[in-house]
């Protein structure tokens, strides 16, 4: 839904598919970017980001009852805050072992890791202090032989399943190009 105002765009909300309201968007008069509201499924607002010429100037966390409760400079240093207090430690995180950002995310979350492996990382030189960096040893390998490999490499209690590319979506079997 677009709201306009003596000619420039004033408001811009976003609605599921219900119609319910999930977000606004309000403008200034020249036409720049004024807040972002963000609703919860109650209709409650939980964050606000407030902006300067267009540029995140800061992000406001509020309560269940829409009092702000914490306030942040950027997006990162909400997103590091969020990763570190209120992100679902019942999840599992799944992600490439040689990927640095996923290793870096396991450091700042309490979700348990699932190592997406294939044999030519497992004989990378780096492996082994990868997985020992793991606070918990599962994988999700291309094939039989990546798993022989990392038992042997790691001689110690695994839980190692197989990907069966037969019987995933497109996007979650690309990057494990060497599946036979």
Same mark, same amino acid.
């Given at each position: 839904?677009?709201?306009?105002?003596?000619?420039?765009?004033?408001?811009?909300?976003?609605?599921?598919?219900?119609?319910?309201?999930?977000? $606004?968007?309000?403008?200034?008069?020249?036409?720049?970017? $004024?807040?972002?509201?963000?609703?919860?499924?109650?209709?409650?607002?939980?964050?606000?980001?407030?902006?300067?010429?267009?540029?995140?100037?800061?992000?406001?966390?509020?309560?269940?009852?829409?009092?702000?409760?914490?306030?942040?400079?950027?997006?990162?240093?909400?997103?590091?805050?969020?990763?570190?207090?209120?992100?679902?430690?019942?999840?599992?995180?799944?992600?490439?072992?040689? $990927?640095?950002?996923?290793?870096?995310?396991?450091?700042?979350?309490?979700?348990?890791?699932?190592?997406?492996?294939?044999?030519?990382?497992?004989?990378?030189?780096?492996?082994?202090?990868?997985?020992?960096?793991?606070?918990?040893?599962?994988?999700?390998?291309?094939?039989?032989?990546?798993?022989?490999?990392?038992?042997?490499?790691? $001689?110690?209690?695994?839980?190692?399943?197989?990907?069966?590319?037969?019987?995933?979506?497109?996007?979650?079997?690309?990057?494990?190009?060497?599946?036979?």
């Amino acid at each position: 839904m677009i709201r306009i105002k003596k000619d420039h765009l004033a408001e811009s909300s976003t609605l599921t598919m219900a119609g319910q309201l999930t977000s $606004n968007l309000f403008y200034n008069d020249d036409g720049t970017k $004024n807040r972002d509201e963000y609703y919860s499924q109650s209709g409650l607002g939980v964050l606000n980001v407030r902006y300067e010429q267009d540029e995140v100037k800061q992000v406001e966390l509020l309560n269940p009852v829409g009092m702000q409760v914490q306030a942040f400079d950027n997006i990162d240093g909400f997103t590091q805050w969020w990763l570190k207090n209120d992100f679902s430690k019942n999840g599992l995180l799944v992600g490439s072992i040689e $990927n640095e950002q996923y290793r870096q995310l396991l450091q700042v979350t309490q979700g348990e890791p699932i190592a997406l492996t294939t044999g030519a990382v497992a004989d990378s030189d780096d492996f082994k202090t990868w997985a020992t960096g793991l606070s918990k040893q599962q994988y999700l390998v291309d094939n039989y032989e990546t798993e022989m490999k990392i038992i042997k490499l790691l $001689n110690q209690p695994l839980t190692i399943s197989l990907l069966d590319p037969r019987n995933l979506p497109v996007s979650l079997g690309t990057p494990l190009g060497d599946v036979k």
